[in-house]
């Protein structure tokens, strides 16, 4: 069983890293370890409390992005209407690119999800990918300063001149967040930051991308929090998700100004050094 201090605790730490590019699933393998609480990463008790976690961080980041979505959706309806996209309808296209990305992500977590997490959920191997999702971040940043900037005012023009192709590069690499230690949302802001990009773009696509693919993954498992067997696990992940919600309702506004003029390399930094240190301290205890 999760207690209700372990459910907030899991609960604020999910708010933050899985928007953060730090990794959620990661950081809720090691700091349960860390501070010495017997929980098992693969049992299923503990799985649809992440799912609840999830969701409510999905459900935020749609309601902080909802006139972008409500636009986005207009757009698609309009292009269904023409049978086309113009180039006078870039939130049209946005919204296909974002179809489009979101399908590699889905079906290779369908296929390898349960795989990989069983075989990676040790907290020396979510240290390890901690590691290597630092350097993923270096090296994003290093290639981004190849690319020329882009003179477009609009966001929405910017983030809608991606073609088809990068769209499902960038849905493709943010599958990386399957194995624990790899983030989501840095794997997608890297791609982002490849395809050329802003920082603030490339975070903003990545969130919109997100939701509803962390969306539908938790609506996919969290009817099995309403079975019988699993009602005591109801409080704690009720709990749990709302100190989720409150942490990814004000991380999500910190980092959309945080992206305006600052980079992902802080970020890598505590990732190399965190993972570095805790592969140390792994073999040790």
């Known amino acids: 069983m999760i207690s209700l201090f372990q459910a907030i605790a899991l609960g604020l730490l999910q708010g933050v890293t899985e928007l953060f590019p730090i990794s959620s699933l990661g950081h809720s393998i090691i700091l349960p370890h860390l501070l010495g609480w017997e929980m098992d990463r693969n049992d299923h008790a503990f799985l649809i409390f992440l799912v609840g976690t999830h969701f409510a961080t999905a459900t935020v980041l749609f309601f902080y992005f909802l006139e972008d979505w409500m636009k986005i959706l207009r757009g698609m309806y309009h292009s269904l209407v023409h049978r086309g996209i113009s180039e006078q309808n870039p939130l049209g296209k946005l919204g296909w690119l974002l179809v489009v990305g979101t399908i590699p992500a889905g079906i290779l977590g369908l296929l390898f999800q349960d795989a990989l997490r069983g075989l990676f959920v040790s907290p020396r191997s979510a240290a390890f ?40 590069v960038v849905g493709t690499v943010q599958a990386l967040a399957l194995f624990p230690g790899l983030s989501r949302a840095g794997s997608s802001m890297g791609g982002g930051l490849l395809v050329g990009l802003s920082h603030e773009d490339a975070a903003r696509y990545s969130f919109l991308l997100a939701t509803p693919i962390i969306g539908a993954a938790a609506l996919l498992k969290l009817p099995h929090l309403f079975l019988a067997e699993n009602h005591p696990l109801l409080l704690p992940t009720f709990v749990g998700a709302i100190a989720s919600g409150v942490t990814a309702w004000f991380t999500v506004r910190f980092l959309m100004k945080y992206f305006h003029t600052n980079t992902l390399t802080p970020f890598a930094v505590y990732c190399s050094a965190a993972g570095l240190i805790l592969s140390g301290v792994f073999q040790i205890i």
């Open 129 to 168: 990918f901690l590691f290597l999702n630092g350097l993923l971040l270096f090296g994003a940043e290093w290639l981004r300063r190849r690319n020329t900037k882009n003179t477009v005012s609009d966001p929405d023009v910017r983030m809608a001149k991606l073609t088809f192709r990068q769209a499902i």
